[in-house]
């Protein structure tokens, strides 16, 4: 019976102060195919004993694709992309940005970065098919490698350890071609007791096994509140390309 009670207040959204809301949940997400997602990169942003994390996606040789808030340009930090960071037997690679990144602009949350020697064994990430843009109700899959669990509140856990796999997690798209004051260009997901927490942040989000948004981490100190906000990446496509050289 108790067990009974605890899964009906996780059903309607109730924080449950026990094990249970510790839970892998992304959040709420499972380990990502050792196939899919070999472009993903992870961003770390290092000061002394302080280390941020972020996600991104390589779309070119050069090139990496992430939000604009995983850079850190105050004095002191130093900025390093890894590579080959899924599957783990990947064998990383550890590239320090040392260009400037390229932001589209204040209070739009996209980036790229340019590595200083173009990378040739990484499969890359595909850019998309903006003839074919998402709808309401359109599945699409979110990846990262924030945290996978809740505190005892279900609150998001800051500069939790990697997890041992890429997380994946599905969700449907609520509200598409809206702009936002802080982000820009952007459309939102969700899906019942599933989101994305810090680290996260950069990360591809795939529909067609092609990249239409990257997460742009926004929401409450609390898990599963909201929809994740997502930069919509059609609407910077020719920006992207003409900065990478695509035409």
Known sequence: MALLKVLLLLGLGVSVNSDVS????????????????????????????IKDRCGGSLIHHQWILTAADCWKAEPGWTN????????????????VIRQAPVIYGQRHDIMLLKLETPVTDVPLARLPDCNNRLKVDDVVQLAGE????????????????IPTHLQCVDMEAVRVSQVHQAHGHVFYAEAPNKDV???????????????YG???????????????????VCEYLWWIKQTIGLQ
Request: aromatic fraction near 6%.
């Open 22 to 49: 510790l839970e892998k949940r992304i959040i709420g997400g499972r380990n990502c195919r050792d196939r899919e997602r070999l472009y993903h990169v992870r961003l770390e942003n290092i000061k002394g004993n």
């Open 80 to 95: 390093i992309a890894v590579l080959k960071v899924h599957p783990r037997t990947a064998g990383q690679q550890n590239h």
């Open 146 to 161: 924030g945290a996978t669990t809740t505190g005892p509140n279900n609150e998001r856990l800051r500069n939790p350890s």
């Open 197 to 211: 927490c810090y680290g996260d942040s950069g990360g591809a989000v795939v529909y067609n096994d092609m990249i």
């Open 214 to 232: 990257v997460i742009s981490f926004g929401g409450p100190d609390y898990a599963c509140q909201k929809p994740a906000i997502i930069m919509d």
